[in-house]
């Protein structure tokens, strides 16, 4: 078995493929899409519209980068509230124009700072949570590396929720979560376990519909599995009747944690 | 700044702070009689404290409450009807220590969770009301707390009824993992539901409310209101100190601060509450049915 830090270092590993990987593989025509209309323009979120299959998308994604410069560019794929209100303007105007949304999640959070603060990062994500719920469009989520919290969650309220065999998604850093419970950041070997963050845990606890296998690194074939998946899933909402996917949506949250009560 | 400086500890935290300033302030006094005032240093007789709703007679100082302290103050007598008031949690993910924690929560509290639900009225003004309880885990966000607010707003929609929450959290609750993060969607939800139909949400954040619950119902209210002083924001002061290694100014992320910024509408202190939510719920009762459009069609 493997040991679920291994899936966090896994998460995190310098070569994996990032958001725009994703995007460029996945979809044609991608148009980048930049600014909040309200502050910013925020690099740590990419959006913009594509063709998945010769359909036309909206395609949002927490992006980290490549190269070093790139990183700092985009923050570390740590977004401000401005990348949270970018996207989701984005996916307002995909709701205007009747366009599936598909989110790339890989974030380690949303960014904490003084900035972040003032121009309110609780408000932005909390404003996300409660608009994706009620998107008159299909919602697909992915993550594809890092579920960072909050900064995660902002753009994972979906119709569907998947992840990547070796993505995690956590309420908190396994170094967070150990420096907390043992006064000690070194613990978060044990601290990954406890707090049950790979894929197949969240498969199991209900949480995600699907886990997407990686083929030992052959990303192509992830894509390719990828393409597939979202084209079939995104048709079949696209043919129920908006109530009915919205209530769907509520209930695939609402049931989360209810289960013995 | 030499690189062995980036892992260094802040000198100044807060909580060396907080200790310096107990410590000169604290001569030897029965705690149960006396209280020493964290905001000026006076000494004040409890009995008077409490009877000033915990909050300090001479600088104004809210001290922490408990909810049912809470509910007292700003429910009319006797209205309150709690919902849901036996629904407690389970280690659910196998949490260690999370059965011995949730136990110790209990005793401090003498609450099955971390807050608490129903109805009330104030000033007269049916509502449903829910107050976080800080001596539960700090307020923290579980799967009930999460379950017992949905059902709480979906009550209301369901009713047509006004919600009003006071708030106090550090945030979603680290020892039921990825179903406490799941909570934040599940609330949000059911206030957009609530809000969609048309009803009045108000929020009043007291000190602190911070991380998941930020991220969720507290900053999605139609009117937020927030307690003198209290700290409201994402990140904890600790968590950006960290990340930033610097001290922050004073009165970041201060219920002040929030009201400069553009994320609370009003600051309004304990004691002056009752009344001010009462005047709100007035402004948004429901109109004498349908009697506007009966004076039209009469012209």
Redesign the interface.
């Known amino acids: 078995m493997i040991e679920p830090y291994e899936r966090v270092m896994a998460a995190r590993a310098k070569d994996r493929p990032t958001s725009m990987r994703f995007i460029e593989n996945i979809f044609t025509d991608f148009t980048e899409m930049h600014g909040d209309r309200r502050f910013a323009d925020d690099k740590a979120i990419v959006a913009g519209i594509a063709r998945l299959n010769g359909m036309p998308v909206t395609v949002i994604g927490l992006e980290k980068g490549v190269e070093l410069k790139e990183k700092v560019a985009r923050n570390f794929g740590s977004a401000h509230p401005e990348g949270y209100r970018k996207a989701l303007r984005q996916m307002k105007l995909a709701e205007k124009f009747h366009r599936p949304v598909i989110c790339f999640v890989d974030t380690s959070g949303?960014?904490?700072?003084?900035a972040?603060?003032?121009?309110?990062?609780?408000?932005a994500?909390?404003?996300n949570?409660?608009?994706m719920?009620?998107l008159k469009t299909p919602v697909v989520s992915i993550l594809i590396g890092e579920g960072g919290?909050?900064g995660a969650?902002?753009l994972?309220?979906a119709d569907q929720v998947w992840m990547l065999e070796n993505s995690v998604?956590?309420?908190?850093s396994p170094e967070g979560?150990a420096s907390?419970?043992w006064k000690d950041s070194g613990k978060m070997k044990e601290a990954a376990a406890?707090?049950?963050?790979t894929a197949e845990?969240?498969f199991s606890?209900g949480?995600i519909e699907q886990v997407i296998p990686e083929h030992n690194g052959d990303f192509e074939q992830v894509y390719a599995d990828l393409q597939e998946k979202l084209y079939k899933v995104i048709r079949t909402n696209l043919q129920l009747p908006t109530e009915t996917m919205l209530e769907n949506?509520?209930a695939r949250?609402?049931k989360?944690?209810?289960?013995?009560? | 700044m030499l690189p062995k400086d980036l892992f260094k500890k802040p000198m100044n935290t807060l909580e060396s702070a907080y200790e310096k300033l107990t410590k000169t302030a604290a001569p030897d006094v029965p705690s149960e009689m006396c209280t020493s005032c964290p905001g000026c240093r006076a000494m004040l007789f409890t009995s008077d404290l409490s009877e000033n709703d915990n909050v300090c007679p001479k600088c104004g100082h809210h001290f922490r409450i408990n909810a049912r302290q809470r509910i007292s103050i700003i429910a009319d007598e006797d209205s309150f009807q709690e919902q849901n008031g036996d629904?407690r949690s389970?280690n659910?993910?196998g949490?260690?220590n999370y059965d011995k924690k949730l136990k110790h929560a209990y005793l401090d509290s003498a609450e099955k969770e971390a807050v608490i639900c129903g109805t009330a009225t104030i000033g007269g003004w049916p509502c449903c009301l829910f107050v976080m309880e800080p001596y539960f885990m700090m307020g923290s966000m579980?799967?009930?707390v999460?379950?017992k607010i949905?059902r709480l707003f979906e009550y209301a929609t369901e009713h047509h009824l006004p919600v009003i929450g006071f708030t106090v959290s550090g945030g979603?609750?680290?020892q039921?993992?990825?179903?406490?993060?799941?909570?934040?969607?599940?609330t949000?939800?059911?206030?957009?539901?609530h809000?969609?139909a048309g009803l009045l949400y108000i929020a009043v954040l007291t000190d602190p409310t911070t991380?998941?619950v930020?991220?969720?119902?507290?900053?999605?209210a139609d009117i937020t209101l927030a307690e003198p002083k209290a700290l409201i924001?994402?990140?904890g002061p600790r968590?950006?100190e960290q990340?930033?290694r610097q001290k922050?100014p004073a009165g970041?992320?201060r219920a002040e601060f929030q009201v400069e910024?553009?994320?609370v509408d009003e600051v309004v202190p304990r004691r002056e509450q009752k009344e001010y939510l009462a005047r709100l719920l007035s402004f948004h009762a429901p109109l004498p049915h349908n009697t506007d459009t009966e004076e039209a069609q009469a012209e």
């Open positions: 949303a960014y904490c700072g003084i972040a603060e003032e121009r309110g990062q609780g408000q994500i909390a404003e949570l409660m608009e719920m009620t919290s909050g969650l902002g994972a309220v998604y956590s309420v908190i979560c907390i419970l406890c707090l049950k963050l845990d969240l606890l949480v949506r509520y949250f609402r989360i944690g209810t289960a013995g009560l | 629904l389970k659910v993910i949490f260690p579980g799967t009930i999460g379950e949905t979603a609750r680290m039921e993992g990825i179903l406490s993060l799941m909570q934040m969607a599940k949000s939800g059911a206030v957009k539901r809000s969609d991380g998941g930020t991220a969720s119902f507290a900053m999605e924001g994402f990140a968590v950006i990340t930033i922050l970041f992320q910024k553009g994320f």
